[in-house]
């Protein structure tokens, strides 16, 4: 684990006392960078040069299991194959370039992807392995024909894909030390998903993931759903390069009995914490479940939502499906709260108004995310 539990609930403790209350610097935000087209076409293309995630790592956990998905514009087939390998691949035809396989389908068991143009035939491993009239493509040897393959990693119970060929991709070095609470959690290919969501948001990308990284707005915002359980204005934030973990302490942690001992089940009854993986991913973790989402950027104006329940393989029989449903509505009735408002920002964006947003020092973490963004798309 990146820090013990006994470290984070000190903290956290603290920081209800006002000892250790966190800030930074405050910031604006150029209205430009949530509604300018040429904007959003140099953010969607560096996102795509960094990984997204895509689906729960139970759907392909066994050999021929599948699942097709999309992010960033880039249709995705994502295949165990024969050999136990997951593989990842851009979902479209070599021939002429239809889509291969439906998009948002799974299913397991298959051998074979069919191109539904002119049948062109591949393999669990993305190699086609049959086509009609073959002698008529002598420019198109099959080895060079197999589908594009991307970069595939499996981690915290879900697929993660970097949505551009590149020859090598440095997960170690993109997951660092953030992903190990998670994993030590058990969050792994054996956690199950009971529920999933997908959606187009009508707002900027960047408008849904801010929302997530503070809690000024929690009082009145969620003021009818979750706002009683959780202490105003408070984060306990740490940044792991790009990457970010904020302690969210709920009311109960100050009276919390902890007795000698601090667990990571004491800690999760008496807090939420966010782990958010840089640029798109959120993981919300809620002691015995995992609820997240990525949001990428569709338009300027707009974002697809991928969203995932993840509940690890010991805590699977303990509750019934009742719990993570009743969880999963929970989450979901706050997190469409922060959703509404962030659309209602962007009806008002271009209202003139504004021409930028501010973040107060409370909301440090925003800053901080907008700002790598900056020198994200900066970079040559
Ligand atoms: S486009 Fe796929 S077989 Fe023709
Ligand atoms: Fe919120």
């Known amino acids: 684990m990146t820090s013990s539990a006994r470290d ?43 990984p997204q995630t895509v689906g729960p790592a139970s759907r392909v956990a066994a050999p021929g299991d599948w699942f097709s998905a999309g992010v960033l514009g880039v249709p995705l087939l994502v295949s165990r194959g024969d050999d136990g390998m997951l593989r990842a691949f851009v979902n479209v035809c070599r021939h002429r370039g239809a889509i291969v396989v439906t998009p948002d389908e799974c299913g397991n068991g298959r051998s074979r992807f069919v191109c539904p143009y002119h049948s062109w035939t591949y393999d669990c491993r993305g190699v086609l392995v049959g086509r009609l009239h073959e002698a008529d493509f002598p420019h198109v040897p099959r080895e060079a024909a197999s589908l594009v393959e991307l970069p595939v990693a499996e981690r915290c119970g879900l697929v993660w ?49 801010d929302a997530n990284l503070e809690s000024y707005h929690f009082q009145y915002a969620h003021r009818a759903t979750i706002a009683h359980l959780f202490h105003d204005n408070l984060v306990q934030q740490d940044s792991f390069g ?15 009995e902890t007795g000698s001992a601090v667990s990571w089940e004491l800690l999760g009854r008496h807090s939420n914490i966010i782990y958010f993986f840089f640029p798109c991913t959120f993981l919300l973790w809620e002691g015995d479940h995992v609820n997240g989402f990525n949001v990428t950027p569709a338009t300027p104006q707009s974002c697809a939502t991928a969203s995932w329940m993840l509940v690890p393989a010991a805590a699977q029989e303990r509750r019934a499906a009742e719990h993570w449903q009743r969880n999963w509505t929970i989450f979901w009735d706050a997190i469409d709260e922060d959703f509404a408002l962030a659309a209602s920002m962007q009806a008002g964006l271009a209202s003139g108004a504004n021409t930028a947003l501010n973040f107060g020092a409370n909301e440090f973490a925003c800053e901080l995310f907008e700002r790598e963004i900056e020198a994200l798309i900066d970079a040559p």
């Not at 790009?242 to 919390?256: D, F, G, N, Y």
């Open 8 to 50: 984070l609930w000190r903290r956290a403790q603290f920081a209800l006392c006002g000892i250790e209350r966190q800030r930074g610097e405050p910031a604006r935000s150029p209205v430009a960078r949530y509604l300018d087209p040429v904007r959003h076409a140099r953010e969607v293309a560096a996102l795509r040069a960094l």
């Open 161 to 209: 894909v970097v949505p551009s060929p590149v020859e090598a991709f440095d997960w170690k070095g993109y997951f660092g030390p953030l992903a190990l609470d998670l994993d030590a959690l058990g969050y792994d290919s054996r956690a199950a998903s009971p529920h999933e969501r997908r959606f187009v948001q009508p707002s900027n990308w960047k408008l849904v993931l």
């Open 242 to 256: 790009r990457h970010q973990r904020i302690v969210l302490p709920k009311r109960s942690l100050a009276e919390a």
